[in-house]
């Protein structure tokens, strides 16, 4: 992150304006252009008549403004970075949510549909004792009115 030394090597002048024209493809702010026309120091090599700056201040102050520039970018970079982890994580999460409900609500309808059969099991198993209940009453019918008969028969004799 502009720890290193850089090979490359950029040329720059000032012209009759003192204003800063960069060579070799550097743009420079107007912000930056005014903070390096400031002298960094009162007793400070002055370079090319009064005002100018000398050289190798010139080319320390530019180091340092890329530097920052470089940190500011690489700084807004990772919250970039971060702010789209965030929402990665929040459409994670969200997902997550939905899935579980998903799974909840599959989980939900199939004991609804256990609890129905089994209701539905049961009613048919009442119905069906209820049946077993009626016939054994109609045949406990017929033998009463069997044995009345048999009884009344033996009476007579």
């Not at 030394?5 to 009759?16: L, P």
């Not at 743009?27 to 370079?47: A, T, V």
């Not at 890329?66 to 700084?75: G, K």
């Not at 990772?78 to 409900?101: A, C, N, P, S, Y």
């Amino acid at each position: 992150m502009g720890g290193g030394g850089s090979t490359r090597r950029v040329t720059f002048e000032a012209d009759e304006n003192e204003n800063i024209t960069v060579v070799k493809g550097v743009r420079l702010s107007d912000s930056l252009i005014d903070r390096m026309k400031e002298p960094s120091s009162p007793g400070g090599r002055q370079h090319r008549g009064s005002g100018a700056v000398s050289d190798e201040e010139l080319k320390k102050r530019i180091a340092e403004e890329l530097a920052l520039e470089r940190a500011r970018r690489d700084s807004e970079a990772q919250k970039r970075r971060l702010k789209q982890e965030q929402m990665f994580v929040r459409d994670d999460f969200g997902k997550l949510l939905e899935r579980e409900r998903i799974s909840s609500n599959e989980h939900l309808t199939r004991v609804i549909l256990q609890e129905r059969a089994a209701t539905e099991e049961e009613r048919q198993k009442a119905q069906r004792l209820a049946r077993q209940v009626e016939e054994k009453e109609r045949e406990l019918k017929k033998h009463d009115a069997y044995y009345k008969e048999q009884l009344a028969r033996l009476e007579e004799r």
